[in-house]
């Protein structure tokens, strides 16, 4: 911010995860993040000059939450308002907005009670998203498939909300998620990026790869998701950044939430599209319009692929499905010229290394099987052996793909689990639904994960994990800095 007379200081709660070069700010706390520290700091602060203000939106949740008492103690909050940060969270505030502006969301209610919870989930018919408002990172998201569910995970989430009510809305099974970033002044809105999430909606933003730009979306959908997004940041009055998150199925976008803060995405996008959008985003929220900065080519020339990173292997016992709840702990990034080789690169950034040849198991709940097809002919002509269980190798027996049938685990021996065990398996596309069906299938993930085998748990991810590897078969692996892009 020096550039434009202001000095900054930057407050950290977390030592352990510095990544904050020495001259990004002209000073450095590490406390904890609560009204009562960042207020002394303030206190602190404002004995070797003016306040201008107090920026919440590059730090997640946890800031936000301070906007509002920060606020009724008398710190400007620079950037979008805290009654604005509220309307996003409050979930009928929010439904109410999005009706007003005509943007759908999928079905929805609150509650406030187990026994509340159960009657909206039967209104809304399952399978339903159970969301607590204001938590971080996923905490206690839940897809319910029964009342049996919604028993079992209704009581923890209400436990766990901020102002103790429930958000249900309806999954949306099959969709495609997406993540917007934006910079808005208030009045003037630009698209920073689209990212499609290449796992399913339903996984956490924060776990799941994604392409920037989209892979599969058509130009219409894009140019409807940037026209929703425009609307949504004008009608928030966002000043600074905003994150949207949508859900496309058949063509339909229906919005699941907005941020108004930066999310972790901004670096990735930063990064694909060659603008400096967090700086922007900070001078904006200081006083400057969006138009003074030149960001006609600030957009991606090639394919990025976003790839989080997980630490499974370091926790016996942990089943490596993704979920609403984020897991990851860290992101990687691929950079190339098409989908299948950028997210090839994500892959070897994230220590996945995929296998050319040899044999792939290939085990999928009944909705996927279809989608399979092309990926499992594509794997057979590049010389892999294919075993299956027994719902799936007559699937693809049926359309004419030669597999060799494989014991479950429940089937005995001997089975999948030995031979992932014994080496014999060098690639896993395994996909489950429901909570004995997960269950049933967690030591295959699990073995697999501690043999080092690269395993993929949803339909788009498996169909990805097989261009990649056409990818690393047909051309070598070139690298080119981002500075040069």
Known sequence: MADIGIESVMVN??????????????????????????????????GKGDLAGVIVQFGGQTPLKLAQPLNQAGVPILGTSPDSIDLAEDRKQWSALLSNLGIQQPPSATARSLEET???????????????????SGTAMRICHSDEDVREYAGYALSVAGDGSL????????????????????????????MEHIEEAGVHSGDSACALPPYTLSPSVMGRLSEQTK???????????????????????????????????????????GAPIASIAAKI?????????????????????????????????????????????????????DFGTAFLKSQIGAGVTLPTSGIAFISLREDDKAG???????????????????????FLAKEGIETRLVKKVLEGKPNIEDEILNGEIDLVLNTTEGAQSRKDSKS??????????????????????????????????????????
């Open 13 to 46: 709660c977390n030592p352990e995860t510095v990544s904050t070069d020495y001259d990004t700010s002209d000073r450095l706390y590490f406390e904890p993040l609560t009204e009562e520290h960042v207020s002394e700091i303030i206190h602190k602060e404002q």
């Open 118 to 136: 159960l009657e909206k989930a039967q209104v809304l018919g399952y399978p339903v998203m159970l969301r607590p408002s204001f938590v971080l």
């Open 167 to 194: 958000f249900l809305d309806r999954y949306l099974s099959d969709a495609i998620e997406v993540d917007v970033d934006a910079l808005c002044d208030g009045t003037n809105v630009h698209v920073a990026g689209i």
């Open 231 to 273: 609307a949504l940041a004008r009608a928030l009055k966002v000043t600074g950044l905003i994150y949207i998150q949508y859900a496309v199925k058949d063509d339909e976008i229906f919005v699941l939430e907005a941020n108004p803060r930066a999310s972790r995405t901004v670096p990735f996008v930063a990064k694909a599209v």
């Open 285 to 337: 929220m200081a006083g400057e319009a969006l138009t003074d900065f030149d960001l006609r080519h600030a957009e991606a020339n090639r394919v990025a692929v976003k790839e989080a990173v997980f630490p499974f292997a370091r926790f016996a016992n942990v089943d490596p499905i993704l979920g609403p709840e984020m897991r990851s702990t860290g992101e990687v990034m691929g950079w190339d010229d």
């Open 372 to 394: 399979i097809v092309e990926a499992a002919r594509n794997l057979i002509a590049m010389g892999f052996e294919i075993v299956a269980t027994s719902g799936t190798s007559d």
């Open 444 to 485: 295959i993930r699990r073995t697999s994960l501690i043999q080092n085998i690269p395993y993929f748990t949803t339909l788009s991810a498996c169909l990805a994990a097989v261009k990649a590897i056409r990818a690393i078969r047909e051309k070598p692996l070139s690298v080119r800095s981002l500075q040069k892009a």
